[in-house]
């Protein structure tokens, strides 16, 4: 007799007496852990969705005041504006040179 035919042969009189061979039953235990469990994912949800409050005011106020201050160098004069960028040099041998003549003006004077 192989082992499956033995298990067949123990549980042949508990069903035929109308039993069943699953005595376990959820219990109030585990409706208490699921409902824990419950409220767990709850406040981490309402918490979670706070947070991103928090972050989405932050952006907003961060995209607000860098629009501000594009809106404040907008408004400068447009010479300020173009005084403020740097003019582009002949090259490295154009900067050298203009080096040179710095630091020969400052050794003259």
């Known amino acids: 007799m192989n082992a499956v035919s033995?298990?067949?042969?123990t549980a042949q009189p508990v069903l035929a007496s109308g039993g069943s061979l699953d005595?376990?039953?959820?219990?109030?235990?585990?409706?208490?852990?699921?409902?824990?469990l419950g409220v767990a994912l709850w406040?981490?949800?309402k918490n979670m969705g706070k947070q991103l409050g928090r972050a989405k005011d932050?952006?907003?106020?961060e995209d607000a005041a860098?629009?501000?201050?594009?809106?404040a160098s907008a408004t400068v004069g447009t010479a300020e504006a173009v005084a403020e960028v740097p003019k582009q040099q002949d090259g490295p041998k154009g900067a050298a040179?203009?080096?040179k003549d710095a630091s020969k003006d400052a050794a003259g004077e």
């Open 6 to 9: 033995g298990l067949l042969t």
């Open 23 to 36: 005595k376990t039953k959820p219990g109030l235990v585990a409706f208490l852990i699921v409902l824990a």
């Open 43 to 45: 406040a981490l949800l």
């Open 58 to 61: 932050h952006f907003e106020a």
């Open 66 to 71: 860098l629009a501000a201050q594009a809106a």
């Open 97 to 99: 040179e203009k080096a």
